[in-house]
């Protein structure tokens, strides 16, 4: 009842699914500029990041709720609730057997961020966890809500998508790779521009079984050799 102002920004944590609102409520009348409505967008999108960690896909609820509290600590990342590398591999493991059992085709996208310094100017640990943040809010952005995404040290990271349909999963993992080259705007970094080398790699159900951390590990060293693959490159 003593409300005088208010902004509010819708949280989505899939397409056409809201969670809620982050709001600024004050009891003094107020005027938001346009620059307030951005930094409230701004940390919208961080919050829709941390919301969607808690409606993840099947698979990946599931092997979080195999795990006690302090394993989970080892298989995500405290600052932008991705998976790191153990988890990442396991989750890939899980999706290559629902390929063999031919219940879906998997996707797996491995980036190298080749210009993670320039999204903040200092290089104390506040400024490196915003900008891994904001960072984790872009890749997801373009990212189906199913997918898992893996913050890799050194400025890499990589997703696990599958769906039932190869064209769909195919325009899902073109999405992600849209985002190299793209200029930021709507960010808190206007002027600056995304760039990265991508590794892809897709799973067939008629495709012989591999080990996962084989995949996660050649992708890593393609990245690191500079390689960029095109999409047929590695089918």
């Not at 919301?51 to 195999?66: H, I, N, P």
């Not at 790191?84 to 591999?89: D, R, S, T």
């Not at 966890?129 to 904001?134: G, P, Q, S, V, Y």
């Not at 325009?171 to 985002?179: A, S």
């Amino acid at each position: 009842p003593h409300i005088r102002s208010y902004l509010g920004m819708p949280l989505e944590i899939a397409p056409g699914l809201l969670a809620g609102t982050l709001c600024a409520i004050d009891r003094m009348p107020r005027s938001f500029e346009r620059e307030d409505m951005e930094i409230m967008n701004d940390l919208a999108r961080m919050a829709e990041s941390e919301l969607r960690v808690s409606a993840m896909a099947d698979q990946q609820k599931r092997y979080l709720a195999e795990l006690e509290r302090n394993q989970r600590k080892a298989v995500l990342d405290p600052v932008t609730g991705a998976w790191l590398p153990a988890g990442f591999v396991e989750l890939m493991r899980r999706g290559l057997r629902d390929v063999q059992l031919g219940q879906a085709h998997v996707g797996i996208v491995a980036m190298r961020l080749l210009n993670p310094h320039e999204f903040g100017s200092d290089a104390d640990d506040a400024s490196r966890a915003a900008r891994a943040m904001l960072l984790s809010q872009i890749l997801r952005k373009n990212m189906p809500a199913n997918a898992a995404l893996c913050r890799i040290k050194g400025g890499y990271a990589m997703a696990l998508m599958g769906d039932k349909n190869p064209a769909k999963l195919r325009e899902q993992i073109d999405e992600l790779r849209r985002l190299d080259d793209m200029a930021l705007s709507g960010f808190t970094i206007p002027g600056q521009t995304l760039v990265m080398n991508t590794v892809e790699r897709v799973f067939r159900p008629a495709d012989r079984p591999e080990d996962a951390q084989a995949i996660y590990d050649e992708a890593l060293m393609q990245l690191r050799e500079g390689i960029n693959t095109a999409p047929a490159m590695l089918e």
